[in-house]
């Protein structure tokens, strides 16, 4: 048995020799605690002192997997994988009694929020979820996750034994494993053996694009309502089974900050968020205070972050009956380094995070009984709420895309949201719903509202700052069809995960003609793709026509069979379209009412060589979502060109090259790209990077400009004032011209574009050169100031400019958003595939 007794250590500057490892007696100054000998610490497992070196991934895994077997306390699950292949686990842990019993006790926890009468909180343990580090580079989180892990395994107490008899602690010690390992390999590679606290050592300074995120450059702490990201959908699968109380989601920022914890600021909490959520956040709080007054750790709350996206894992849980909670460590962004407040040390971020994690299960076991009423009380008030609305429900769907429909209905699923299936086409407010095509939400469940997160379009706010976007109402996201106020009696069959994942999809018959595919269902242009890289002969139709009594819409897609094997090529096509959901019709004659199947308003489509352009400067962000889309929904593959290497790369091979949000590029590769427009080339710049366009030269815009003078605002008012300007994100209604291809494949005349910019693009004089312009009233979803929603208004998103046998397609608008802005991506596919015809 390990005994250890502590003695008070507390500052924000370091007290001991900058290169002295530390080891458990500072991590634990502040408490005599008792250890199990016959568990192993984190140095005996993984070869060096926590905080001595950054932990990479598998070491952490590593020493959980052996934690697990050592002790009673601690069972590890592996939920799935990271796109590079990491583990995403998840360690239980609790009393040996409570394991035995386990599967019950998660049963009879789901009870509390299922709507029967239920008393016996004293009796039922607390649900807590840890989470550390989805933000890789943030990484004192998981580097806390091993001593909190040790601590819980084997520490000997009266408390301990009380905590673990109470609650059921569920530890997720990396929520983003690939960002943690490369953040972890950058700090590690780059440490001295003289460990430098100079701000301007290469340590700390990460190279493009930094260790934040994910595999494809996600911010995985947007994702926790859309649910897009693996290692989302496996911790929203472990959140729906438990439903913790409590979920804290540990953080870093900036080197001069001290710590935060919530609550933040309360003018910016979602409405839909209960009042007896921040009080409950606030008396959490407490413990926080003190525990760190314990150690003299600086710290301060309610000052700044809020609580308004529901994307965020410390708001998440406000909207499920839990409460999230935020901490933010100032972050050592290595091992060590200078600050306003002094030497910031690795260890002692770590130290902190330790400290609040173990202040929340404090405050847990405390609070237990209050916690474990507050879930069960939303539940029943929302049940109550949404129980006047039990003949309503929601409708959504697009009867010309099912797959959109589909990823939707998708995300529903994995929240736990009852939804149900159209009983029989039907028409609805003048709107075409068909049964395969559209689903039924009732407003009278559970999850009601969560339902209302998801669904609600708000325009009116408390305060006009936000940490994130305003606005993500789903069904606009997807650029669906959809009604708040319809009758639950045309629900039909329970949809579940087997009926969402049915495919419907094929070739109508065998032709020894030619082929057509309407261009409406998102997944055309894996198929096109497949095409074109087997060489085949694909047209696009630039006008409406009627064969065989079907009208094909504009974007009809061609595909001869003259000079094929019949057979091959029809179980080619047979099995693309079978694989992707989508109807193939054979036509067996080339006269049509319009356009002939050999007409002129049939052009071919060349296979595009695209590359992307990545590295400093350009958003790392922008640039993944782009990856992502590309590489793993249209499997198309796609170059990626780091800016620096430029100059030194031939790029006549590229048909098409897409410039992110950037700053756009250096005098010399300027030219590069200029040259190559010229030459044939199309260039899609997106955002900020339409500053360098018309810097260069490249095209002439007309800027709208926002004049506006601050009038009674003073000092201290000056930075909300322009927080306030800003457009943290909105959806916004613009009108279209279904006659463009850029705007082949969508049904109806207007769509939904999500915006976080002030880039407002004047429109030009004839009205066939706006193929998308926004609306005089464009405000879906969302805020926006006065100023910037009359500089918006008939404005343009996207611009098309000849540069002699080039062009250049600039966009102002994300049409990529975070992975789940479906109803915009083929925006960005029509500017690849379709710009010759522009």
Not at 808 to 815: L, P
Request: proline share 4%; charged share 25%; glycine share 6%.
């Amino acid at each position: 048995m390990r005994y250890l007794l502590f003695l008070f250590i507390g500052c924000y500057i370091k007290l001991f020799p900058q290169n002295e490892i530390v080891d458990l007696n500072y991590f634990f100054s502040h408490q005599e605690i008792v250890f199990d000998d016959s568990i192993p610490t984190p140095e005996s497992i993984i070869g060096h002192e926590v905080g001595e070196w950054h932990i990479t991934h598998d070491k952490l895994i590593q020493y959980m997997r052996v934690l697990a077997k050592s002790s009673d306390r601690i069972t590890i699950e592996n939920r799935g994988f990271t796109y590079e292949d990491r583990p995403l686990i998840l360690l239980t842990i609790t009393s040996s009694e409570n394991h035995q019993n386990i599967d019950q006790i998660k049963k009879d926890h789901k009870e509390i929020s299922n709507g029967n009468e239920f008393d016996d909180f004293n009796n039922s343990p607390l649900i807590i979820y840890q989470g550390f580090s989805i933000h890789g580079n943030e990484p004192s989180g998981s580097n806390a996750s091993l001593l909190l892990a040790y601590y819980l395994a084997a520490s000997k107490s009266n408390f301990i034994d009380n905590l673990l008899k109470n609650t059921i602690i569920l530890l997720d010690p990396s929520f983003n494993p690939d960002g943690l390992q490369r953040f972890a390999y950058w700090a590690n590679t780059n440490r001295s053996i003289n460990l430098n606290p100079d701000p301007n050592e290469r340590e700390y300074s990460e190279v493009w694009p930094g260790g934040r995120t994910n595999h494809y450059w996600f911010d995985m702490n947007r994702d926790w309502l859309p649910v897009q990201l693996p290692e989302s959908k496996a911790r929203i699968k472990s959140y729906n089974e438990w439903l913790p109380n409590i979920l804290t989601d540990h953080h870093e920022m900036g080197s001069n900050a001290t710590f935060f914890f919530q609550p933040g600021i309360p003018s910016r909490t979602h409405p839909l968020t209960p009042q007896l959520n921040q009080e409950l956040t606030k008396k959490i709080a407490e413990f926080h205070v003190k525990e760190f007054n314990k150690i003299g750790s600086l710290y301060y709350s309610e000052e700044s972050f809020d609580d308004f996206y529901y994307g965020k894992g410390s708001t998440f849980p406000d909207i499920n009956g839990g409460v999230g909670i935020l901490f933010e460590q100032a972050s050592s962004r290595g091992h060590i380094q200078e600050t306003a407040n002094g030497i910031l040390t690795f260890p002692f971020t770590i130290k902190n995070q330790l400290t609040a994690a173990i202040s929340t299960l404090k405050a847990g076991l405390n609070l237990k009984e209050d916690l474990l009423k507050y879930q069960y009380n939303f539940y029943k008030n929302a049940r109550e709420e949404s129980s006047k609305l039990r003949n309503k429900a929601i409708i959504f769907g697009d009867n010309k895309d099912r797959a959109r429909t589909m990823h939707l209905a998708e995300i529903l699923n994995r929240h736990e949201i009852e939804f149900y299936h159209l009983k029989q086409d039907i028409k609805h407010k003048g709107i075409f719903y068909k049964k395969n095509n559209s689903f039924i939400v009732p407003k009278k469940q559970k999850k009601s509202r969560l339902i209302n997160a998801m669904f609600e379009s708000r325009t009116k706010f408390k305060d006009s700052l936000f940490y994130d976007v305003s606005a993500w109402t789903l069904p606009l996201a997807f650029n669906l069809d959809y009604d708040m106020n319809f009758d639950i009696s045309n629900a039909g069959k329970i949809a579940n995960s087997k009926t969402l994942n049915e495919k419907i999809g094929g070739v109508s018959k065998k032709t020894n003609y030619a082929y057509l595919m309407e261009w409406h269902e998102y997944y055309t242009p894996n198929i096109l793709n497949e095409i074109l890289d087997n060489d085949m002969i694909a047209k696009v139709a630039l006008k409406r026509f009627k064969i065989d009594g079907k009208v094909f819409d504009y974007g009809t897609i061609l595909i001869p069979v003259f000079n094929k094997e019949i057979e091959g090529t029809y179980e080619f096509l047979d099995k693309l379209a079978k694989e992707n959901s989508v109807v193939i019709h054979g036509v067996d004659t080339g006269i049509a009412e319009g356009i002939d199947l050999g007409s002129n308003n049939f052009r071919k489509i060349n296979k595009q060589k695209i590359a992307l352009l990545v590295g400093d400067g350009i958003s790392s962000y922008d640039a993944g979502e782009i990856w992502h889309l590309l590489d793993t929904r249209y499997n198309i593959k796609v170059t990626k060109l780091d800016v620096r290497n430029l100059p030194n790369i031939e790029i006549d091979k590229y048909s098409t090259i897409i410039l992110p949000n950037s700053q756009g590029l250096n005098d010399n590769n300027s030219s590069k790209i200029k040259k190559w427009i010229e030459n044939g080339g199309a260039l899609i710049a997106y955002k900020n990077s339409l500053k360098w366009v018309k810097k260069t030269g490249l095209a002439k815009y007309n800027f709208k400009e926002n004049n506006r003078t601050a009038k009674n605002i003073n000092f201290e008012e000056k930075r909300s004032y322009f927080g306030a300007q800003a457009i943290g994100g909105a959806i916004f209604k613009a009108k279209t011209d279904r006659t463009h291809p850029i705007n082949f494949g969508y049904k109806n005349n207007s769509i939904s574009l999500f915006r976080n910019s002030t880039i407002f693009l004047e429109a030009e004089k004839n009205s066939y050169d706006n193929p998308i312009i926004y609306s005089d009233k464009p405000l879906l979803s969302g805020y926006i100031s006065k100023e910037n929603l009359d500089s918006l208004k008939s404005t343009v998103p996207l611009k098309i400019n000849k540069v002699n046998k080039g062009k250049i397609i600039s966009i102002t608008d994300n049409t990529n958003f975070r992975a789940f802005w479906y109803g915009t991506n083929k925006l960005l596919i029509n500017a690849i595939f379709f710009n010759a015809q522009f």
